[in-house]
Structures are given as C-alpha cells and as structure tokens.
C-alpha cells in the first residue's frame, strides 16, 4: 500500500494508514508467502504453463492479491455507507456479499445505530483520514471502521482508530469551545461530557471474507499480552482508549522525525 498525505492547508501531513505502516506487520510475510504459494497450485494442470514465467510472477501474487482485496473493501464501504444513509437494507445476487449485508443490518438493527457522519475527512496539523462512520450506538456516539480482511490484525487497527477518535473530537470541542465564548464569554467551566457529538466509543465492524460473518469489537478498555522481562512469561494487562491515543501520537511522532526530520 502507497502512502497516502491529506493538506491541513499549511502543509501535507500523513494518514492514519501511513503512519501505522511504520509497524512491523509479521503476518503480511506469512500472507505474501501464502499468494505466491497459492499462485503456483493454480498453475500445475496447465500442460502449456511456462515455469520460469510462472516464478516470477508468483513473486508478485501478493501485488495483484491486493489490489483485488482493496477494490472489495472500496465496494462493501460503499455498500455500508448507501445502506446506513438511506436506511435501506441492501440486496446483492453473490452469496458473500449478502452474507455481510444480512450482517450489517443486523448489527444496525440490534445496536439501534444512527448516522452521524460517513466517510468524513479529519485532518490535523500533523496527521489526517477518512472516518468510515460516526454514529450513535446503543445511545453511545461511537467511532467505526469497517474492515474487510481475513485476518484479525487489531493489533494496528486500535492505534489508527485512536488517533481518528481524538481528531474528530479535537474539532468538536475547539467548536464548542467557541460557540461557548461567543454566548458567555468565557470557556472556564467547559465540560467535555456536555458535547453531544464528541466520540465516547470507538471500535471495528469485521467484515470477514472467510467465514462470511460480521462481528463488532469496541477498543475502549480490552485485554492484551506482553511478556515478562524477568520471567520470558506471557502475562495478560488492560489497554484503553487513552493508552492507545498516546501509541498513536508516539508514532506520528517517530513518523516526522524519521520520515521528515522534524520533532513535533
């Protein structure tokens, strides 16, 4: 994936998915190894097939796998956002992708979401991104990001959805900081609950190509494992919304030092 820069109107600054591309992802090895494996068995009934030709394309299966999983993604978003928006429950003649229409109105249904915002642009004076949905969930105003892969690859996804979270309500409240001056002067007893669409919840809406199903995770306060220095032993410790905001900064951070030079 190329990076990707959004103008703040001073200067371009990176994505959420750029800056999060400075993580080591191990399973991208596993899944490029796993296309240009998967290339190579689709060609052995082939009596014409030239070998060599297929080596060196095999090499590139991951490039084409990519693209094709980034077309499906763009498709399902924009069947999530027309649906959603017009409150119409979308009919598809292929299997997989009704699966996942069926699964989105249900989760809509359930969880009784109301569209706040779709595909809404943040940018920031050191990093930018498109939302995919800010709604109201169970009451809640919830962040969204739809997600299309096979994989469960959360461990990069929460640090982007942070970083998105903290954005929008950055905007909400400078705005509500003002409309509060403008009507009384002062900002002193500001309270951040009383802003009605400042995001409370964040979490990711799985599309999953494999089994069909949509699933729901909320990352406001979850589980995680590190590894104990003086033991080697895995050991479980809570995360939240705050210890991930600071993740994310921290690599926007390390983004411009190393990238640009600039200490932010």
Not at 234 to 255: G, H, I, M, P, Q
Request: glycine content about 6%; some cysteine.
């Amino acid at each position: 994936m190329s990076d990707r820069y959004y103008y703040n109107g001073s200067r371009y600054v990176p994505s959420g998915t750029t800056v999060i591309g400075m993580l080591d992802k191990p399973f991208l090895k596993q899944w490029a190894a796993d296309c240009a494996v998967d290339y190579i068995d689709t060609c052995y009934n082939d009596p014409d097939m030239i070998w060599a030709n297929v080596e060196k394309k095999a090499r590139k299966a991951y490039v084409q796998e990519s693209m094709e999983a980034a077309d499906y993604g763009t498709y399902i978003h924009k069947l999530c956002e027309v649906s959603l928006t017009d409150d119409i429950k979308i009919e598809s003649p292929h299997e997989l992708t009704q699966k996942f229409m069926d699964g989105l109105w249900a989760w809509k249904t359930k969880h009784k979401v109301k569209v706040i915002a779709m595909e809404h642009e943040v940018v920031t004076d050191t990093y930018g991104g498109r939302i995919d949905l800010v709604c109201e969930m169970d009451g809640v105003v919830t962040l969204v990001d739809f997600k299309t892969g096979g994989g469960a690859y959360y461990n990069t996804w929460k640090y982007q959805l942070a970083g998105y979270r903290q954005a929008w309500n950055s905007d909400v409240i400078s705005h509500a900081l003002q409309d509060e001056y403008d009507t009384n002067g002062t900002t002193k007893d500001f309270n951040f609950e009383s802003v009605t669409k400042a995001i409370k919840s964040n979490g990711i809406l799985k599309f999953n190509k494999k089994t069909g199903k949509v699933n729901y995770k909320a990352f406001d306060e979850y589980q995680a494992t590190r590894t104990n220095p003086e033991t080697k032993e895995k050991e479980k410790y809570t995360r939240n919304y705050e210890t991930d905001r600071a993740t994310f900064n921290s690599l926007v951070a390390n983004w411009w030092l190393v990238k640009r030079g600039i200490e932010i």
